[in-house]
């Protein structure tokens, strides 16, 4: 391979998509990273594309570039357990420009096993607000954000520390992101960092808000106007808790910026959501979890333009042998509620099986013959196929099974043989079942 790269018998052109194809293979990238110069930019692109910090003693993030200096090594690592600060995060990013341009994916989190462990430390580090905008100017690249566990702090906040430590705000224009996920922040924040934090930004593809709890907020909305904000796909995981997700609902509704919204998953459809639905002209798809405790809501009139439904139902397998809950029960309900929406042309039931480690670890569970009885009941099938017939453009049916992967060819069996015993043939030539 040395002689062929320096004879040129080849362009290097085709050396980047080989190098490409070996983009999940680390220790392969690491020799190619070491063969000639002009390997190390293909190889470092995909070597330092997702940085995450505070990184643990054994990351693989930065020991896999063999380019990076062994002090480098040291720093990034973050041997000193009490170090957790994200400031030193700051000062090594601004000390490697090598490092700003090729990270596409930056994750920020404060959990790590030592941290728990440490007298008078809490397991979330705070985090300026104003630092995240240091690390979007240090980061031109950077196409997606995670911050998980962090104790946001406002600009106001951070200001009011020390002004040696006053990290500057965004430069340069709002910048646009391909992801943005925020998850588990502590309840010591308030809603004003995110408020700070979203202004940073013009255009969001994906849009993750997961288990942040009840922050105080005085009303539905955020304290200050948010600037015009674009947001393609939405997620809102424990939004029935509320005032966050019903806050951001209603910015973008106030700036008219529901256009963009594409797609939309919820843990739990509530009557906000509903009307946030009703009032987005493009939104194509809905995916919610099916609660068998929860009484389906009728849109009634509505604005939505959906194609797709996904109804998510959960098996749930507990520690007695054979003992299983499932929501599956309740999808029939909602199904026909929101029949109201005739534009629909796909349906889809996503299937998610979650098994505790004892049962797996007992040699008597037979988790596809459960399965198989939880499938069975005629009465279940029959509801489901009544509330059907409601959709008059109903093109596609699917069923998407997740977290088997063992498993996952035989519950497709499973799966297919009860819907061919207890549905039309209508709707069995329509049906399309794969796991994910």
Known sequence: MCNIASNRRLPQELFDIIIDNLHSDKDTLKECSLVCRSWVPSSSFHLLRRVAWPLLHHTRHTHDDPNVS????????????????????????????????????????????????ITGRGKWEKLDVSTIAAILDLLPYLRCLFLERCALRSVASSRSAEPSQSMPLLHGPRRD?????????TRGSTVEPLDDLLSFFQ?????????????????????????????????????????VATALCHELKTHQNLSAVRELTVDRLTPGLLDFICAAPNLESLAFVADAYQSPINPGVHRASLRRITFITSFEFGTDYGYYTSTFRSIAAHIQALSAFGSISEIAIEFQVQVQDALIENPEFDLLAILQRALSPFGEWQAI???????????????????????????VSILSAAAARHLPPKYVDMLRIMYV
Request: with cysteine.
């Open 385 to 411: 196929r009544e509330a059907l017939k409601s959709y008059d453009s109903l093109q596609t049916l699917a069923f998407h099974v997740h977290d088997l992967a063992t498993l996952s060819h035989d519950c």
């Open 203 to 243: 255009h969001i593809g994906k849009l993750t808000v997961d288990r942040i709890p009840h922050w105080p907020l005085p009303r539905s909305s955020f304290p200050r106007p948010l600037p015009a904000l674009s947001v393609e796909t939405l997620v809102l995981k424990n939004a029935s808790a509320g005032a």
């Open 177 to 185: 992101l391909e992801e943005l996920s925020l998850c588990e922040l």
């Open 70 to 117: 062994h002090q480098d090594h040291q720093s990034l690592s973050s041997p000193d357990p009490i170090d957790t600060s994200f400031r030193t995060c700051l000062s090594i990013l601004k000390s490697s420009a090598r490092l700003q341009s090729y990270v596409r994916e930056f994750a920020l989190t404060s959990h790590r096993p030592q941290c728990s462990t």
